[in-house]
């Protein structure tokens, strides 16, 4: 099973990124789907969650900016990242179940 995260960059303070977490190897349905980010000098936290492809919970600091959503027909998990902060800089990874994508890293400048 191979998760591969995509869609970073360099942004803008306001700006918008898209990330996409391709799941490869088995079709994941009702497992707990997240996106985590890292900062540098910071621990993992948690951003987005959805849990058998109902419950959605976001954290404080993200909420009403971005949206985790899921492609059953692509095995994709997505995040959409709206009004972006610098303090959303970071290393974002996607974990389906058990498995860790890579990371894709996130830059907004002010």
């Known amino acids: 099973v191979q998760l591969q995260a995509s869609g970073g960059g360099l942004v803008q303070a306001g700006g918008s990124l898209r990330l996409s977490c391709a799941a490869s190897g088995r079709t994941f349905s009702n497992n707990a789907m997240n996106w985590y980010r890292q900062a540098p000098g910071e621990d993992r936290e948690l951003v987005a969650s959805?849990?058998?492809?109902?419950?959605?919970d976001y954290a404080a600091s993200v909420k009403g900016r971005f949206t985790i959503s899921r492609s059953v027909a692509e095995n994709t998990l997505s995040l959409q990242m709206n009004s972006l902060k610098p303090e959303d800089t970071g290393r974002y990874y996607c974990?389906?179940?058990?498995?860790w994508g890579q990371g894709t890293l996130v830059t907004v400048s002010s």
């Open positions: 974990r389906i179940g058990q498995y």
């Open positions: 959805m849990i058998g492809g109902g419950h959605i």
